[in-house]
């Protein structure tokens, strides 16, 4: 009976880590501790949403369409791009500033899931351990999510051990920003490969 119980604990943990993965090295901590209260997990949960909404809008990319476009059309689009080049520098110099006043974890290499994140590195705490993921995911944004959730078994491959986190009451907005940051990411990468295949 005990052999069955693991295997069940062993697939659930390994769930959250299957599908798409959005791979980065970005500043990354764990920090251990209790799960938030329901009223502090309200207003994670409106933090992280609004951070993934903010980082979906500075990664939009308008690519001009091939077809011909009126003088007034091309003016418009000429008028937004410059208004978004000065934006763009804008929260660079707003980053830097925020990077200066802040302390901010080094950059570790993770793989992000809906369900989950992993990273490289190792630690003492246990499986099974609660607490929050605080991870950055933009360059440009330098704010991050705070996940909360639970430590998993961890994974070892040629690079090294693999830390897991299991994310616990995250709200249906927030996995729906986490799975369409991960495809956006995912999206870019797969068009990476075709344009640069190997040899």
Request: glycine residues 8%; without cysteine.
């Amino acid at each position: 009976m005990s052999g069955v119980t693991a295997d069940v604990a062993a697939e659930a943990a390994t769930a959250p880590f299957d599908g798409v993965y959005y791979e980065d090295s970005l500043p990354l901590e764990f920090l251990a501790g209790p799960l938030p209260e329901p009223a502090r997990q309200i207003g994670l949960n409106a933090d992280n949403f609004q951070l993934l909404i903010a980082d979906a809008s500075l990664d939009e990319a308008r690519v001009p369409s091939s077809e011909s476009k009126s003088d007034d059309d091309a003016q418009v689009l000429e008028d937004i791009r410059r208004l978004e080049h000065k934006v763009n520098v804008l929260i660079q110099l707003v980053a830097k500033l925020v990077t200066r006043e802040q302390s901010t974890p080094g950059a570790t290499p993770w793989r992000l899931y809906a369900g989950g994140v992993e990273w490289r590195g190792s630690g003492a705490e246990p499986a099974g351990t609660t607490g929050q993921v605080v991870l950055y995911i933009s360059r440009q944004f330098p704010q991050p999510l705070r996940l909360p959730g639970a430590l998993v078994a961890s994974r070892t491959d040629e690079h090294g051990e693999w830390r897991r986190f299991v994310f616990r009451e995250l709200s249906v907005p927030v996995i729906d920003g986490l799975e369409r940051l991960i495809f956006r990411h995912h999206r870019r990468a797969v068009a990476g490969v075709r344009t640069h295949p190997r040899d």
